[in-house]
Structures are given as structure tokens and as C-alpha cells.
């Protein structure tokens, strides 16, 4: 893996003395797209707008393609896009005077034929003389894209682009951050919306209360995804599993009443049919018989609140309390 940004021992107290982020350590792959991923106020603006040198770092160090964005900061910031989380235009300008414009302060000679390529793939192309003010709130965020593409960044960071964006929107956003990384842009997005980050993503970090949970390829993530539970309600309690089910890997639970089976094999019918058999054959019987499944929302849930027990809590039950596909902090 090449990495392009590197980021080294990162903390953050804002003047107010409130703890924003505390030893950040993170490396960014060049061309993959990282999902960060955390309820509101973990820190993701903050971890951003450090490294787009917006917002000083208490401690630690960053580096863009190996430079520091400190000491070397124009170059640094020249390989960055940033489309921050707030609508910031500037309203009196037309749509293709503020992305050529963009493109000029970092340093990149005009080209008209590129500009008009990112207009033309946001759906700006028709607004390019109407003034920003003029714009709908989709429209302006449209602008945001367009200006933190204007000039051909190599990281793009999306910060919490979909929030409150309509469907349309956010569709060819996504064809967007695909076509960008198929040209080999990296793309960073910070996002509570967990179905978006199973989409998105290559790799998945988690981030809560300034702190790093978790950095995962999402594909290994998924697998966890796909642990499933078989969990029997016993007609007698057992004080121990049978030494003759002991390659199960079975858990008892709730005084002995409870037989737990994790699998997550996709033979999972055979296998349960298998189970259920040499339970039989052991004369342990069952009333009843429930599957669940962890998901992805369960192992972010259970990191954020910390609390272990949830990782295995049906994927439904989280749902309802948590709101559909979407993390909030209680
Ligand atoms: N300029 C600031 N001054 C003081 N505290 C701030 C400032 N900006 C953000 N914070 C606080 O820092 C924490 C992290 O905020 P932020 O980085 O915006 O989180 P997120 O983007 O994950 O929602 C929050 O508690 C927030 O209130
Ligand atoms: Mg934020």
C-alpha cells in the first residue's frame, strides 16, 4: 500500500478545553475510499479541518503525499479537496467564477475544458452563469463538489456530504466519488449514515469521543456482518455443554436455559441440521428457536457505547432503537 496520507499521534484541545481528538494515528492508502464513521461530535470536522489547515493540532503530525501540512503547507493543501459539512458560497459569484476561481488559488493554470467537465458531471453545467444566491440548497452543495474538484485534488474529503441531501443528489454524488477513484483520487468521507459507509467504502474507521475504535477493510467487517446466532430455549437447564457437543463451540446462557450456536458458515442449514440431531441424540431438548445476525450497526453500536454485549444483540432490536441506518449519540 502507497500511502498518501499519513496522519501521526493527532490530538486536539479546543481553547474552550474541551478534548476534540486524542492520539489520532491513521494512514490513508492512495485510491481507496476511507468511510469515517462516528456519531455527532466525535471529532470528524475536527480531524478534517486539522488536516486541511483549517484548525491547528494541539499534538501530532500530518502528512499529504509526505508533506507536512505545516511546514510544507501550500503543497500540502494543493493536493487536498475539501467539501466541508456547512453550505459556504459565496453567493454574489456566478457557478463558473467561483470554480475557476477555486481552481486559481491553488496555483493551477486555467483550464476551461476541465472545469467544464466537473459542471457538466454535477448538473451545474445549465447553472454555470447564475449567480450562487440564486441556487437551491442542492445546487449550492452541487457548487461545493464543483470548487473542491476545481483543482484535480488527489484526496478529496466529503464531509458528511449526504447529510440532509436529496436522493438525487446523493446518487451522483456516488457516481462521482466512483468515477474519481477509478482516476485514482482517495477520497475520505465522514459519515453517520452506516448504509452509505457499507457501500462506499474500502476501508471503514470508527471514531468516537476523539478516539479511533477501529480501522477495518470493509470486507472483513462484512464477514463479521455475517455471524449469525442460533440461540435454543431449553426444556431443562444444563449445568455444562456435553463433552460430546464440544466441537460446536456452543455457550450456555441465562442460568443454563440457554444454548447459544454462532456460525458463519454459508453451509449454515447443514449445520444447524447437523446440531440439531446430535442434540437430540444427547437427549437435550428445546421449546423454542431463534436466529439472529450482528450487523455492521451492531459492532459500530457496541463500540460507541461500549458495551460488548450489544455486539450480539439482533440486528432489529438496534434498528428500532437507534433509528434506521443512522448513528446518534444518546
Ligand atoms: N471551534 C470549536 N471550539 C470548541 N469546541 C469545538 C469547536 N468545534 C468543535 N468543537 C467540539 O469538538 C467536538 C468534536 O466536534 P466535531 O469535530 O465537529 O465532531 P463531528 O464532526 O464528529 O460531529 C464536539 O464536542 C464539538 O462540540
Ligand atoms: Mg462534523
Not at 493536493?79 to 481552481?103: H, N
Not at 446440531?275 to 437427549?283: H, M, Q, S
Not at 459492532?299 to 434506521?324: C, M, N, Q, T, W
Amino acid at each position: 500500500m502507497q500511502t498518501i496520507l499519513s496522519i501521526e499521534n493527532l490530538s486536539k484541545v479546543y481553547a474552550s478545553g474541551l478534548r476534540a481528538l486524542t492520539n489520532v494515528n491513521l494512514d490513508i492508502a492512495r485510491g481507496e475510499i476511507f468511510a469515517l464513521l462516528g456519531p455527532n461530535g466525535a471529532g470528524k470536522t475536527t480531524l478534517i479541518s486539522i488536516i486541511c489547515g483549517i484548525v491547528n493540532a494541539s499534538e501530532g503530525s500530518v502528512r499529504v503525499a509526505g508533506h507536512d501540512i505545516l511546514a510544507d503547507y501550500r503543497a500540502a493543501r494543493s493536493l487536498i479537496g475539501l467539501v466541508p459539512q456547512e453550505l459556504t458560497t459565496d453567493a454574489f459569484e456566478t457557478v463558473w467564477a467561483t470554480v475557476s476561481f477555486s481552481r486559481g488559488l491553488f496555483g493551477k493554470p486555467p483550464n476551461p475544458a476541465y472545469v467544464e467537465r466537473v459542471l457538466r458531471d454535477l448538473s451545474l453545467w445549465e447553472k454555470r452563469n447564475n449567480k450562487i444566491m440564486t441556487l437551491s440548497g442542492g445546487m449550492k452543495r452541487r457548487v461545493l463538489i464543483a470548487k473542491a474538484l476545481a483543482h484535480e485534488p488527489q484526496v478529496l474529503f466529503l464531509d458528511e456530504p449526504t447529510a440532509g441531501v436529496d436522493v438525487e443528489l446523493r446518487r451522483d454524488m456516488w457516481e462521482l466519488v466512483r468515477g474519481l477513484k477509478a482516476n485514482g483520487v482517495t477520497i475520505i468521507l465522514t459519515t453517520h449514515y452506516i448504509d452509505e459507509a457499507e457501500e462506499m467504502a474500502d476501508r471503514i474507521g470508527v471514531i468516537n469521543a476523539g478516539k479511533i475504535m477501529l480501522v477495518e477493510r470493509k470486507d472483513v467487517l462484512m464477514r463479521k456482518l455475517g455471524r449469525k446466532q442460533l440461540t435454543l430455549q431449553l426444556d431443562a437447564p444444563l449445568s455444562a455443554i456435553p463433552d460430546g457437543l464440544a466441537t460446536w463451540g456452543l455457550e450456555l446462557a441465562d442460568g443454563g436455559t440457554e444454548l447459544i450456536y454462532t456460525y458463519d458458515s454459508e453451509n449454515e442449514r447443514n449445520d444447524i441440521i447437523t446440531l440439531l440431531k446430535n442434540l437430540n441424540e444427547a437427549g437435550i431438548g428445546f421449546t423454542d428457536l431463534k436466529t439472529s445476525q450482528s450487523s455492521l450497526e451492531d459492532i459500530f453500536v457496541s463500540l460507541v457505547h461500549r458495551d460488548p454485549a450489544a455486539a450480539s444483540r439482533p440486528a432489529a432490536a438496534s434498528v428500532a432503537e437507534y433509528g434506521k441506518g443512522q448513528v446518534t449519540s444518546r
